[in-house]
T-cell receptor, first 111, second 114 residues
Framework: GENVEQHPSTLSVQEGDSAVIKCTYSDSASNYFPWYKQELGKGPQLIIDIRSNVGEKKDQRIAVTLNKTAKHFSLHITETQPEDSAVYFCAASSGNTPLVFGKGTRLSVIA | KAGVTQTPRYLIKTRGQQVTLSCSPISGHRSVSWYQQTPGQGLQFLFEYFSETQRNKGNFPGRFSGRQFSNSRSEMNVSTLELGDSALYLC?????????????FGEGSRLTVL
């Protein structure tokens, strides 16, 4: 089955700097790659997703890149703000299987 | 529009007992998935229901079971609780079946087994 590895597990950045979180997946059939943000005491919330027919997608300060050949995808957050502090999860799915999540990255943005 | 509602939010049980958790999806959503979240393992898939039918099941023992009702509300049950079952149980709903789009998560039910 699918296996998703996520790095780093914790990340601290200064406010205004960029943050990058990387994930690798094992199943070449996977074609849907969402990213979820979980704030303290809340459930995860989708922030951006990408499908395998595109290599990059951007939404304001957030971007995701996908390299299907290397089976890895990354989340980029620019101009980080304190409210970006949260746990971020990547996930992968082939569409016929449930989402498989990475173990999460705890991002701390230091003001 | 109301979000995904999970009850109870917190509960404490002792080993050997059983527990039932409830999930009300967003109105109009027919798919409900359950995930177990622990600090060391992240989110692990338990099962998914669509139109009252279990579509997928994760790698959990038979002590974990679930069902979905005709109004799309779902319950999961854990019998003969073990200490390792302590976790946040998250329910998520979506419009279509399987992974055709965004999952909307509830805030979870935090289970502590003593």
């Amino acid at each position: 089955g699918e296996n998703v590895e996520q790095h780093p597990s914790t990340l601290s950045v200064q406010e205004g700097d960029s943050a990058v979180i990387k994930c690798t997946y094992s199943d070449s059939a996977s074609n849907y790659f969402p990213w979820y943000k979980q704030e303290l005491g809340k459930g995860p919330q989708l922030i951006i997703d990408i499908r395998s027919n595109v290599g990059e997608k951007k939404d304001q300060r957030i971007a995701v890149t996908l390299n299907k050949t290397a089976k890895h995808f990354s989340l980029h957050i620019t101009e980080t703000q304190p409210e970006d502090s949260a746990v971020y999860f990547c996930a992968a799915s082939s569409g016929n299987t449930p989402l498989v999540f990475g173990k999460g990255t705890r991002l701390s943005v230091i003001a | 529009k109301a979000g995904v509602t999970q009850t109870p939010r917190y509960l404490i049980k002792t080993r050997g007992q059983q527990v039932t958790l409830s999930c009300s999806p967003i109105s109009g959503h027919r798919s409900v998935s359950w995930y177990q979240q622990t600090p060391g393992q992240g989110l692990q898939f338990l099962f998914e229901y669509f139109s009252e039918t279990q579509r997928n099941k994760g790698n959990f023992p038979g002590r974990f079971s679930g069902r979905q009702f005709s109004n799309s509300r779902s319950e999961m049950n854990v019998s003969t609780l073990e200490l390792g079952d302590s976790a946040l149980y998250l329910c998520a709903s979506s419009r279509g079946q399987l992974n055709t789009g965004e999952l909307f998560f509830g805030e979870g039910s935090r289970l502590t087994v003593l």
